[in-house]
């Protein structure tokens, strides 16, 4: 089964909310990563927290991980548009460098 | 860079036909991943390579799945025969992981633009 599961599966929301969602993971990582995808196109990397991180911040993104209960969250802040995408988070093991996806939360942000 | 390049773009095969997908990765990239993405199974990990040498290809789904990394520029993820269940999303990315002697602690891929291929 997936490393990484995501909730929600999918989010509408208005343009200025923010959007939250939601990862969680079953074994113990080096890494959490999460990615956008916009339609018809290949991932791209927004962000990675490290195992012993518990926080991380890039422009509108805020990233917070718990390794105790294994789940991380994505905080979209003053949503665009342009942030309308899937996006995943991906787990990397300790140990390895296989990275392995989630089933991603679709976010449909409204004009 | 130009980024990850794949071709083609879109493929579109009949069932037992041989079915070849390119990748080129970034330059300087140790390592090099094929994913498959469905709607029904999401992104899945098929191989990934490090300097050229294939890790883990677990993922792979079955014998009609080949790959190969004949250099640090260059990598192929061949279907033969092709089958309908085999229509899907084939994503190539690549990522500097280790930049020599210095760990450099990244694991962020770029991934290309995908392959999109159709096993009528």
């Known amino acids: 089964s997936q490393q990484g599961e995501e909730d929600p599966q999918a989010l509408s929301i208005q343009e200025g909310e923010n959007a939250t969602m939601n990862c969680s993971y079953k074994t113990s990582i080096n890494n959490l990563q999460w990615y956008r995808q916009n339609s018809g196109r290949g991932l791209v990397h927004l962000i990675l927290i490290r195992s012993n991180e518990r926080e991380k911040h890039s422009g509108r993104l805020r990233v917070t991980l718990d390794t105790s209960k294994k789940s991380s969250s994505l905080l979209i802040t003053a949503s665009r548009a342009a942030d309308t995408a899937s996006y995943f988070c991906?787990?990397?093991?300790?140990?390895?460098?296989?990275?392995?996806f989630g089933a991603g939360t679709r976010l449909f942000v409204k004009a | 860079d130009a980024g990850v390049i794949q071709s083609p773009r879109h493929e579109v095969t009949e069932m037992g036909q041989e079915v070849t997908l390119r990748c080129k990765p970034i330059s300087g990239h140790d390592y090099l991943f094929w994913y498959r993405q469905t709607m029904m199974r999401g992104l899945e990990l098929l191989i990934y390579f490090n300097n050229n040498v294939p890790i883990d290809d677990s993922g792979m789904p079955e014998d009609r799945f080949s790959a190969k990394m004949p250099n640090a520029s260059f990598s192929t993820l061949k279907i033969q025969p092709s089958e309908p269940r085999d229509s899907a999303v084939y994503f190539c990315?690549?990522?500097?992981?280790?930049?020599?002697?210095?760990?450099?602690?990244?694991?962020?891929?770029?991934f290309g633009p995908g392959t999109r291929l159709t096993v009528t």
């Open positions: 991906a787990t990397s093991q300790t140990g390895g460098f296989k990275t392995i």
């Open positions: 990315a690549s990522s500097l992981i280790y930049g020599g002697p210095v760990w450099t602690g990244g694991y962020e891929q770029y």
